[in-house]
């Protein structure tokens, strides 16, 4: 295995630094949105009132902006770093599924960001509308129903491959 240089040793630490942000986040996101509502259906849970949703709402935006955040810069110091590289796929499997696992679920993401930008819109509004909050957290849940446990899967096999690395060949110089 080459050598990394300095520029992508920065991009891969910068990656993995918001990456991990972000999963944290969205760990903590997805716990504290779904102990608002009932198990069966996305009925808001009985100690929830219109008095205290928006300091519960209040709660929570931090976590959107946390997760909206991290996961934009993730994927472009990720991206920095497939560039500025020296590794390459073939010799390298492991790269090549962290960098699936990133592409593939971007998209779906990315759908589900553009709710959390509607959220991000509303919280700096001064008098937002909790209604229309409670309607895009319950969009945000029902858009991709199983996604978030997909995702939290996926990203939870990239430590795996970062430390243990298989799939890599090891590449005879013939000089």
């Not at 008095?51 to 920095?80: D, G, M, R, W």
């Not at 020296?86 to 960098?99: D, T, V, Y």
């Not at 957290?137 to 996926?154: A, D, E, G, M």
């Not at 096999?157 to 430390?163: E, H, R, S, W």
């Amino acid at each position: 295995m080459k050598k990394s240089n300095s520029v992508s040793n920065s991009f891969a630490y910068l990656a993995l630094a918001s990456g991990t942000m972000w999963f944290g986040g969205y760990v903590a996101r997805l716990l504290v949105t779904f102990q608002l509502f009932e198990p069966a259906d996305l009925s808001l849970k009985s100690f929830i009132t219109n008095s205290n949703f928006p300091v519960i709402v209040q709660a929570i935006h931090p976590l959107v902006n946390l997760t909206f955040f991290t996961y934009l810069v993730f994927v472009v110091f990720f991206s920095l770093y497939l560039g500025s590289t020296k590794l390459k796929f073939k010799q390298n499997g492991w790269l090549f599924i962290i960098a699936m696992i990133v592409y593939v679920t971007l998209p779906f993401e990315v759908l589900l960001m553009l709710i959390d930008y509607k959220l991000i819109v509303l919280f700096l509004e001064s008098n937002f509308n909790s209604g229309e909050i409670l309607q895009l957290v319950t969009k945000r849940i029902t858009t991709l129903n199983s996604f978030p446990i997909i995702l939290l899967l996926s990203y939870l096999a990239i430590p795996y491959f970062l430390v243990f690395k298989p799939f890599t060949l090891n590449s005879k110089n013939e000089n």
